[in-house]
């Protein structure tokens, strides 16, 4: 009870954005993602960060190839805290996409995420998979990434349940 606790504050490195990839998730939200210069910071090398959503970006004022300020939030999850406007110079607004980065269907904006409508999005389907035979939900031991990534790409399967029409393969001589 007489003990007290210090904490030093989270270290700040610059680096620069190079580029922008989008991830869509399970529910279809797409999450932007920045792609840096490689930076070591708290002893761990950082080369991508997640921009969560166009109001982040837009409150932040990020844009792509910007300096940018990070930090690892609570020391493990890498955060941009600032963009360095006085390096700022050939940089391009950021936008939400128009179309899917994986299916190429169109996208829809709702709040501040945005969304892919398609239902049949092979994004989507492995990322449900993943989810689903993860340890958290089912755990079905056997099925990782690569497994899902397999299954969606060569169509054996189009929604979660037809993980269950699978048989055990016959043993050939």
């Not at 490195?13 to 932007?32: A, L, N």
């Not at 004022?61 to 390096?87: A, C, F, N």
């Not at 607004?93 to 269907?105: A, D, W």
Request: charge should be neutral; glycine fraction near 6%.
């Amino acid at each position: 009870r007489r003990a007290m606790a210090y904490k030093f504050p989270a270290q700040q490195m610059s680096t620069q954005i190079h580029s922008i990839e989008r991830q869509v998730g399970r529910s279809g939200i797409i999450t932007p993602v920045a792609n840096l210069e490689p930076v070591r910071l708290s002893g761990v090398t950082i080369s991508r960060v997640s921009l969560h959503n166009i109001d982040f970006i837009t409150s932040k004022d990020i844009q792509l190839h910007d300096y940018v300020w990070i930090q690892r939030s609570g020391e493990v999850i890498p955060y941009i805290t600032g963009v360095i406007k006085d390096r700022r110079e050939n940089t391009e607004v950021i936008t939400p996409p128009s179309h899917c980065p994986s299916c190429g269907h169109e996208t829809n904006i709702i709040d501040m995420h945005t969304y892919c409508i398609n239902n049949a999005c092979p994004a989507q389907l492995q990322e449900k998979i993943e989810h689903f035979v993860s340890k958290q939900c089912m755990d079905i031991e056997g099925i990782g990434e690569s497994i899902a990534t397999l299954l969606v790409q060569k169509g054996l399967v189009t929604t979660v349940d037809q993980l269950y029409q699978f048989t055990k393969p016959e043993k050939q001589l």
